[in-house]
């Protein structure tokens, strides 16, 4: 089975695609979608599904996890991000990909067994169950990947 994980963002969308075989999570690819804060919203919204689209088109997943919108600290970024994940789940729609949702507290939870933990205690859990000690350096391509493997926690 095929996941595509997704930390959405108008700036910044990190995706992963990971399958399961046998018991064992491997990464297939990972990276971010990263929109010009010159474009206007409707233009940095319309790259999102475009490359979203792509990715979607090229790795066929099986089905997506998306980041919910829990609570934000920055008044500002909410709604653009909010739209942003519209757009996301649109994409996904589109293709008929079946789609679910976690707060940041529920993959931390599934990850470390402790939903308040830190950013680097999440980390060290992706970097175990992938087995490996290279990970992307954008934060937001890890919480992809960290929420793409909280999905295959929750299905296993």
Known sequence: MKI??????MAIVGYSLVEIENNKIN???SGSIQTDKK???SKRLLEIFNDLSIIVEKYKPDCASVEQL????NQKTIIPVA???GVILTVLSKYNIPTFSYTPMEVKQVLTGYGRADKKEVEQMV?????????PKLDDTIDAIAIAICHSRNIG
């Open 4 to 9: 595509l994980g997704i930390d959405p963002g």
């Open 27 to 29: 990464l297939i690819t």
């Open 39 to 41: 474009l206007d919203d």
């Open 70 to 73: 829990f609570f934000f600290k």
């Open 83 to 85: 739209e942003a994940r």
């Open 127 to 135: 970097k175990l169950t992938l087995e490996t000690d290279k990970l």
